[in-house]
Nanobody, 123 residues
Framework: QVQVVESGGGSVQAGESLRLSCVVSGVTSRPYCMGWFRQLAGKERELVAGLDSDGTATYEDSVKGRFTISKDDAKNTLYLQMNSLKLEDTAMYYC?????????????????WGQGTPVTVSS
């Protein structure tokens, strides 16, 4: 059974940093990719950063240069380092995993989700 648990969200001021963590258990075979998504109330969940099975990272345009996705295989943990946070980064952030080599671009292809961790950026 695959379990995904996020942590690290919180409230910060614009320009500050946060690091989100996501522990994934139960995924024992490759390939699998992982990603960080965010969602505002009433809006569709969007992929913020993805990590292919070979470690290739992709980012949504608005976070390029500010966010960094990384993984510690020894700890089964995915991270999202968020720097220079902006008001528009405020959202619920979700971690997800999928058994594909490349990050899927459709939400329905991500079967494993965490419960989400909130990020609030204020001025």
């Amino acid at each position: 059974q695959v379990q995904v648990v996020e942590s690290g969200g919180g409230s910060v001021q614009a320009g500050e940093s946060l690091r989100l963590s996501c522990v994934v258990s139960g995924v024992t075979s490759r390939p699998y990719c992982m990603g960080w998504f965010r969602q505002l109330a009433g809006k569709e969940r969007e992929l913020v950063a993805g990590l292919d099975s070979d470690g290739t990272a992709t980012y949504e345009d608005s976070v390029k240069g500010r966010f960094t996705i990384s993984k510690d295989d020894a700890k089964n943990t995915l991270y999202l380092q968020m720097n220079s946070l902006k008001l528009e980064d405020t959202a619920m952030y979700y971690c997800a995993a999928a058994r594909f080599f490349r990050v899927p671009d459709r939400l329905e292809r991500w079967p494993y989700w965490g419960q989400g961790t909130p990020v609030t950026v204020s001025s």
